[in-house]
Every structure is written in C-alpha cells, then in structure tokens.
C-alpha cells in the first residue's frame, strides 16, 4: 500500500498533479475500467488490515472481497474472455484490446486472490491471540474427533455422492462456484487407478464450530479438514492419494435473445444455463499434484494461466461464517436506526407526515421501516385506491410484498413492475412475481431491451378535496436487509407535479408510451443524458464568464466517456468539481491542462456507499440555496444512462436540499476516517489525520438526526410550507427520446452493482 496522505482538512484534498500532460483526444485520458473496480475491492481488502476495527469485522471485510471477486471473475472476466474466444475487435476507452484487458486483469486478480489468503493468515493467527481457534484436523481431541464422526453420518454422509471416473462414469458436470475434491484411487482389490471426485453440496458449511474446550476457547474446524479424515468411509475399498478441493469459475451473464415472447420463462431457462456457462478460471489448493490440475484444466478447457494455487483456503468468501460467532466485544458496536421525529409528531401516520412538508430518509441511519411502514399504511387505509411500484431487488419475506399482496386482496388495484434482470435475484424475482399474481397483483416485467432501476413508489388516496398522490422516490433497492447496511436515500412528496411525473413513468414502463414531457423528473434513457450534460455545460459557461460554479457528486461509479470528457473541459474552464465516488471511477483527476480542478475521493467504511447525488452551483458558490441538487437511482455509466430506466430528481424543498447539500454532500467531502485520495496515475492512498480532527462521516451520520427527520423541533417551517427551492430548477423537462426502437434492439449488458 502507498504512503497514506496526511490531510485533516478539505484543503488537502488538492490532486497530484501528473508532470506529463495528456490531452483530450488520448485515450491515456481514461483509467480502464476493470482495473479501476479491482483498486475497489483491494481498498476493500485493506479495511481487514486497519486495526481501529473490531476483529472480527475485518474478517468480515476479507469475506466481502472475495465476494465481490468471485462476481467480477464470473460476470466482468468472463465477458472480456468471451470477447477475445469470439476474436472481437474490440477496444476499451483508453485503446486496450480485450486480450490486452485479459493479460493484464488476470493478473491484478491473482495478485488480489493471493493478497487475500495472506490477510486471512494473518487474521487467523490474531483469532487465536483472542482465543478462537481455527485448527486442522491434526489438531482435534479424540471428543472432538468423535464429534465430528457423528456429525459426519449423520447429517453429511446421505447428501455426498462420490465418484470414480472411468469409461462408465465420465467426469460429470461441475457447477459454477461448486467446491470439489480430487484425488487419486486405487482399487485394492486389483490395484485398477481412478481419479475420484467428490461434488460438495452448496449449503454444506464451510466451518464447524466445535464445543468449546476446558479453557473456554472456541475452535473451529475447516470442513474439508473434516472431509479429509472420511475419505476411507466415502471410498470404502480404495486407497486415496493426493486429495485436494478445487473450485471453478463459469461465465455468469445471462444475455437476452431479441425474438424472446415470454420474458419469465426466458429466464427460468437462462438460469438454468448459467451453471453450465462456459469456464472461465479455477482456484486449486497446493495438496493438489500437477499432473491432476493439467487434467482438470484439459477437463474444463482452461490453461495453466487461469490456474490459481490457493493454499489450502480455496474459498474464502465462507469466512463469513466465522464472523457470526458470539462474540460482540470483537464486533461493531450495534447500531439501531432512528425513527424520524418527522413521522413520530403524526403518530406514525405517514400521509400526515408528507402532507405537512416533504422529507428524506437517511439510510441506514434512518429506519427503512417508514418506507414499510408507508406501504403497509396504503394497504390498511379504506381510502387508498391504487399503488404502483417498482421491484428490482428485496429480501426474502419482503415486507414490501406482504404489502402489496395486501392491498389487492382488499380490492385496491396494485401494479407492481418487477425487474427480472436483476444479477443474482432473478430466480427470487420470479417467485416473488407469481405469488403476488396469485394475489391480484397486476404484474408487468417491463422492457426486454432495458433494465427497469429506477426506485419509486406512488399511492393514489381519496381525499376531501379530490385525489392525492404520495409518492417515494429512492435511491437504493426496496430491501429491509441490505438498508441497514447501505447508505441511500427516500425522499417523501405530495407535490402534484411530482406526483404527475411518477404517473408517467409507470405509464411508460407498462405500455412503452412515452410521455411527452415531464415537469421535473429526468429520465433514463430518455433524457437524463441531456440533463446533466445541460447542468455540467452550464457551470462550464458560468466559469468561462467569470460567475461563481462549481460540482459536487457522489454515486458508485464513474464510467460514461461523454460525461468525463464534459467534466474535463468543465475542469479546463476552472470549475472546481468535488467527486466521491465509491468503485469504479475511469477519470483522471489532477492533470495538468486536464483535470487539474478535479478531485476524486472514495469512502470505504462500516457502510456501503450507495447513495447517488449531484449538485451544481448554479450562479452560486457551493454550497448554497441557490444549487440545483438532485438524487439519483444512476450512476454515470453508459448501462444506466442509455440501457435501464432511472430517475434523476431534483430537490426543491428548502429543508431536504439544505439536508443533503450542507449535511449529507459536506460531510462526505469532509470524511478522513474512511476516504481514499484518487491519484493522477490511477492508484488510491488513504487519506488521514490527527486524531483529534479526524472524521467520520459514518460516525457522525449514527449520531447527529438529520435536519428533515428533526420534527416540530428541527422544522424550518410550520404547517404545509413546501418551501420549494425557486430558480433555474422550475423549468419544464421535455421528455426527448434517444431510443430509435423501443422495443426492438437486443442489449448485452455486463456490469456489477444496483
């Protein structure tokens, strides 16, 4: 790792300046993308090696990284494999070939999967200095040897199959992801050799956690460390050589066929392909001879490059299990969200609460029970007529499922739009489809062609003067599980041009009609490009002018060559742009003549930077009440702006934009606990300070209640004040499709991330 920077103050977040200008027609101008996700997941690997956090959470970051990297093998190196077998001629941004992007990818990967076995190690031996010990099968008293025997007939012996491959039992199909186990055998009744395999099932645990012993340590036991001891049980009348696991990788991605009619059943067939996707690496623990790798590599159609030797820890994404051991003296402190005070003063009545003024949820500081709470609220209320909303991803016994099944079951129409090309999900989606159509559930599946991303939620309600809509709009998924890790946003409105916006959209998710216009809503793919190309390009000309500009954004991912090229010249204009951007970020900040005004930051901490946020000075210096601010289900990447359907929506309330201008947006520029410095040259030093300045933005979000949550005590205005921000913001959004084809064209997308 670099040298962290020592910088307590924003200040010090000025770019390194590269001596060797590069222009804005040289593809150096770009960091490649793949590597720039993989400088992601190691700043994610070295949160496991910063000692402020608890143990058994920086094992938990070690679990996370392989995670994630089992993802990018899977989806992001199986594309560019699959682009170099089908002699692509193809070129990244900044000018690499996909062979190019292969060579140099596989090897940050292995880089990063060895990275990773030697933080686990390390890990491991501070478990054992806090008595958990993680021991090998040389290790266990004959109770514990015991134990495990019993454990082992009865609840592991009835679901393992072994095999022993000949003419009449070829080598059977290995599923992705799948741990295996080779070996050699020998029958010893005529000294016939086999090489044996042993398929492990998925649910099987990667660790067993045995009593503890008389000292009060806890010990836990690989499970192939188990496996190892009942080979002779498996393989009765053999002798078993040179045992060792393998696991392999296979190429993920469900592409779409264009001529597709029934889109669930399209999908119940291309999950079923993706285990039999084609191979993409293996990882090989060391016990494993050579000669029985080159023979799995001939099996799978791999070469000795894709091979990765592993020591014994073959899948480290199972250290997760360790991490749930009871020992909270070694975990984060626990963290309860707050109930907003804004909802609280109405008695939980979430109608009231909107009616009287709009609101944000600050998740996972804020509980995303109000979010459940409103729709449960819609469900029970005899007034509500109608709901619609949108479901790319939730959890299982969603409470927002339960909702809607409740609703129409009372007789209320309910249109759910459910996103069946959610990665990973969309086998649940399917699920969750069926059985709210059994319910009365009007279920649409929306584009073939586009992925539907957007967050939003309305509910029609018969009021004493006339129909009313309350809408939500989010930034992050309508999960109760993952929004108490990541940090998003749910911004709450009655405002009837808001509500007239979300109208429209549904209308054109369920029926491709494509309104005519919006009044304030911008939408992918219809014009939120020209949104922001619009409000970039304005602080471009205010800068030209002499006036007062400047930007500020946070999102996941910074990837859309337009839209860097259009910060670029921004940045040559003089405007000073403040980025913080959590993974992928392919811009170059701090180059002389480029980017020198740009500065890129990324937040790495207890919680998943999720939020999507964007502000522009708009004739002012940041930050003030005169800056356009916008919330956002994109990010800046050509999938979201040109292939899913997204929102991007202003905010004019007074309270919220000063709630996520001044708190929200300041507070990260001012994070030194947790930010990442970006540098000219692509790499990531860590950005610290004295102890007593440093920040947290983590930390001060759990503890400080934000200023549209506050309440009566917080509010800036009483009654039903809207307190709409006035200025360029109240312009008309003309809707201006960029899609020739609506529903024709097929969409091969790759890429990670909600």
Same mark, same amino acid.
């Given at each position: 790792?670099?040298?962290?920077?020592?910088?307590?103050?924003?200040?010090?977040?000025?770019?390194?300046?590269?001596?060797?200008?590069?222009?804005?027609?040289?593809?150096?101008?770009?960091?490649?993308?793949?590597?720039?996700?993989?400088?992601?997941?190691?700043?994610?690997?070295?949160?496991?090696?910063?000692?402020?956090?608890?143990?058994?959470?920086?094992?938990?970051?070690?679990?996370?990284?392989?995670?994630?990297?089992?993802?990018?093998?899977?989806?992001?190196?199986?594309?560019?494999?699959?682009?170099?077998?089908?002699?692509m001629d193809t070129h990244s941004p900044e000018g690499l070939t996909s062979a190019q992007q292969v060579a140099m990818t596989a090897a940050r990967v292995r880089d990063l999967q060895l990275r990773q076995l030697e933080v686990w190690h390390d890990l491991r031996n501070e478990l054992k200095q806090r008595n958990i010990d993680i021991i090998d099968r040389s290790e266990l008293s004959d109770s514990e040897r015991q134990h495990l025997e019993e454990t082992f007939e009865t609840e592991w012996l009835p679901v393992l199959t072994p095999i022993s491959v000949d003419p009449s039992h070829p080598f059977p199909f290995i599923r992705?992801?799948?741990?295996?186990?080779?070996?050699?055998?020998?029958?010893?009744?005529?000294?016939?050799?086999?090489?044996?395999?042993?398929?492990?099932?998925?649910?099987?645990?990667?660790?067993?956690?045995?009593?503890?012993?008389?000292?009060?340590?806890?010990?836990?036991?690989?499970?192939?460390?188990?496996?190892?001891?009942?080979?002779?049980?498996?393989?009765?009348?053999?002798?078993?050589?040179?045992?060792?696991?393998?696991?392999?990788?296979? +190429? %993920?991605? *469900?592409?779409? !066929?264009?001529?597709?009619?029934?889109?669930?059943?399209?999908?119940? &067939? =291309? @999950?079923?392909?993706?285990?039999?996707?084609?191979?993409?690496?293996?990882?090989?623990?060391?016990?494993?001879?050579?000669?029985?790798?080159?023979?799995?590599?001939?099996?799978?159609?791999?070469?000795?490059?894709?091979?990765?030797?592993?020591?014994?820890?073959?899948?480290?994404?199972?250290?997760?299990?360790?991490?749930?051991?009871?020992?909270?003296?070694?975990?984060?402190?626990?963290?309860?969200?707050?109930?907003?005070?804004?909802?609280?003063?109405?008695?939980?009545?979430?109608?009231?609460?909107?009616?009287?003024?709009?609101?944000?949820?600050?998740?996972?500081?804020?509980?995303?029970?109000?979010?459940?709470?409103?729709?449960?609220?819609?469900?029970?209320?005899?007034?509500?007529?109608?709901?619609?909303?949108?479901?790319?991803?939730?959890?299982? +016994? %969603?409470? *927002?499922?339960? !909702?809607?099944?409740?609703?129409?079951?009372?007789?209320?129409?309910? &249109? =759910? @739009?459910?996103?069946?090309?959610?990665?990973?999900?969309?086998?649940?989606?399917?699920?969750?489809?069926?059985?709210?159509?059994?319910?009365?559930?009007?279920?649409?599946?929306?584009?073939?062609?586009?992925?539907?991303?957007?967050?939003?939620?309305?509910?029609?309600?018969?009021?004493?003067?006339?129909?009313?809509?309350?809408?939500?709009?989010?930034?992050?998924?309508?999960?109760?599980?993952?929004?108490?890790?990541?940090?998003?946003?749910?911004?709450?409105?009655?405002?009837?041009?808001?509500?007239?916006?979300?109208?429209?959209?549904?209308?054109?998710?369920?029926?491709?009609?494509?309104?005519?216009?919006?009044?304030?809503?911008?939408?992918a793919p219809l014009n939120m490009r020209e949104t922001l190309m619009d409000a970039i390009n304005g602080e471009t000309a205010a800068a030209r002018a002499g006036e007062p500009s400047g930007i500020w954004a946070k999102m996941n991912s910074l990837v859309d060559p337009e839209i860097i090229d259009a910060l670029y010249v921004a940045s040559q204009a003089g405007v000073k742009i403040e980025l913080v951007i959590r993974g992928i970020c392919c811009l170059r900040p701090g180059i002389k003549g480029l980017s020198e005004t740009i500065s890129v930051t990324s937040i790495i901490g207890r919680f998943l930077e999720h939020s999507?946020?964007?502000?522009?000075?708009?004739?002012?210096?940041?930050?003030?009440?005169?800056?356009?601010?916008?919330?956002?289900?994109?990010?800046?990447?050509?999938?979201?702006?040109?292939?899913?359907?997204?929102?991007?929506?202003?905010?004019?309330?007074?309270?919220?934009?000063?709630?996520?201008?001044?708190?929200?947006?300041?507070?990260?520029?001012?994070?030194?606990?947790?930010?990442?410095?970006?540098?000219?040259?692509?790499?990531?030093?860590?950005?610290?300070?004295?102890?007593?300045?440093?920040?947290?933005?983590?930390?001060?979000?759990?503890?400080?209640?934000?200023?549209?949550?506050?309440?009566?005590?917080?509010?800036?205005?009483?009654?039903?004040?809207?307190?709409?921000?006035?200025?360029?913001?109240?312009?008309?959004?003309?809707?201006?499709?960029?899609?020739?084809?609506?529903?024709?064209?097929?969409?091969?997308?790759?890429?990670?991330?909600?």
């Amino acid at each position: 790792m670099d040298k962290p920077l020592t910088a307590p103050d924003r200040d010090d977040l000025e770019p390194l300046l590269l001596a060797e200008q590069i222009g804005m027609d040289a593809p150096e101008r770009f960091i490649n993308r793949e590597i720039s996700w993989l400088g992601f997941n190691e700043r994610v690997l070295a949160e496991a090696q910063r000692e402020q956090h608890p143990l058994l959470e920086r094992l938990r970051f070690v679990a996370i990284s392989a995670t994630n990297l089992e993802e990018f093998i899977m989806v992001r190196f199986a594309g560019l494999k699959a682009q170099v077998r089908a002699r692509m001629d193809t070129h990244s941004p900044e000018g690499l070939t996909s062979a190019q992007q292969v060579a140099m990818t596989a090897a940050r990967v292995r880089d990063l999967q060895l990275r990773q076995l030697e933080v686990w190690h390390d890990l491991r031996n501070e478990l054992k200095q806090r008595n958990i010990d993680i021991i090998d099968r040389s290790e266990l008293s004959d109770s514990e040897r015991q134990h495990l025997e019993e454990t082992f007939e009865t609840e592991w012996l009835p679901v393992l199959t072994p095999i022993s491959v000949d003419p009449s039992h070829p080598f059977p199909f290995i599923r992705n992801l799948a741990v295996s186990m080779v070996m050699e055998l020998t029958r010893q009744s005529d000294n016939r050799r086999f090489t044996g395999l042993l398929m492990i099932p998925s649910d099987m645990p990667g660790f067993i956690r045995l009593p503890r012993n008389p000292k009060g340590h806890s010990r836990i036991v690989p499970a192939a460390e188990v496996l190892h001891i009942y080979l002779d049980h498996l393989f009765p009348g053999f002798r078993v050589e040179n045992p060792g696991f393998f696991q392999l990788f296979r +190429d %993920s991605d *469900i592409e779409l !066929a264009e001529e597709a009619e029934d889109l669930v059943r399209l999908f119940e &067939t =291309a @999950l079923k392909r993706r285990t039999r996707g084609d191979s993409v690496s293996i990882n090989v623990d060391d016990r494993v001879p050579d000669h029985l790798v080159t023979a799995l590599l001939e099996e799978f159609g791999l070469e000795q490059e894709d091979c990765v030797r592993m020591g014994r820890d073959i899948n480290l994404a199972q250290l997760s299990e360790i991490c749930d051991i009871d020992r909270p003296e070694l975990k984060f402190q626990p963290y309860e969200p707050r109930y907003p005070d804004r909802v609280r003063d109405f008695d939980g009545d979430c109608f009231a609460a909107i009616r009287a003024k709009d609101f944000v949820i600050h998740h996972p500081f804020e509980s995303f029970d109000v979010v459940v709470r409103f729709l449960h609220q819609a469900a029970a209320d005899p007034d509500v007529v109608a709901i619609k909303q949108t479901l790319y991803r939730t959890s299982n +016994d %969603s409470p *927002i499922i339960s !909702a809607l099944k409740q609703a129409a079951e009372a007789g209320k129409s309910v &249109t =759910a @739009l459910v996103e069946l090309k959610a990665r990973f999900d969309e086998e649940a989606n399917i699920r969750w489809a069926r059985d709210m159509e059994r319910a009365g559930v009007q279920v649409v599946y929306g584009f073939l062609e586009l992925k539907t991303h957007a967050k939003v939620s309305l509910v029609a309600r018969r009021e004493a003067g006339g129909m009313r809509t309350y809408c939500h709009f989010g930034t992050g998924n309508y999960h109760p599980i993952t929004a108490r890790i990541y940090t998003d946003l749910s911004y709450f409105t009655d405002d009837v041009e808001f509500a007239q916006d979300a109208g429209r959209l549904f209308n054109y998710m369920t029926s491709y009609a494509v309104p005519s216009a919006m009044n304030r809503l911008s939408l992918a793919p219809l014009n939120m490009r020209e949104t922001l190309m619009d409000a970039i390009n304005g602080e471009t000309a205010a800068a030209r002018a002499g006036e007062p500009s400047g930007i500020w954004a946070k999102m996941n991912s910074l990837v859309d060559p337009e839209i860097i090229d259009a910060l670029y010249v921004a940045s040559q204009a003089g405007v000073k742009i403040e980025l913080v951007i959590r993974g992928i970020c392919c811009l170059r900040p701090g180059i002389k003549g480029l980017s020198e005004t740009i500065s890129v930051t990324s937040i790495i901490g207890r919680f998943l930077e999720h939020s999507r946020i964007c502000c522009f000075a708009n004739g002012a210096t940041l930050p003030s009440r005169q800056a356009r601010v916008f919330i956002s289900s994109a990010d800046w990447m050509p999938r979201n702006i040109n292939r899913r359907v997204e929102t991007l929506i202003p905010i004019l309330n007074e309270t919220v934009h000063q709630q996520i201008l001044d708190e929200i947006m300041m507070t990260n520029l001012r994070d030194t606990a947790n930010t990442w410095v970006l540098r000219s040259d692509g790499s990531y030093v860590h950005r610290t300070a004295e102890a007593s300045k440093s920040i947290s933005s983590h930390q001060y979000f759990m503890e400080n209640p934000s200023l549209s949550g506050r309440g009566r005590a917080g509010s800036s205005g009483k009654g039903k004040g809207k307190g709409k921000i006035k200025g360029k913001n109240k312009v008309k959004n003309n809707i201006k499709p960029n899609l020739a084809n609506q529903t024709g064209a097929e969409v091969k997308t790759r890429g990670m991330g909600t």
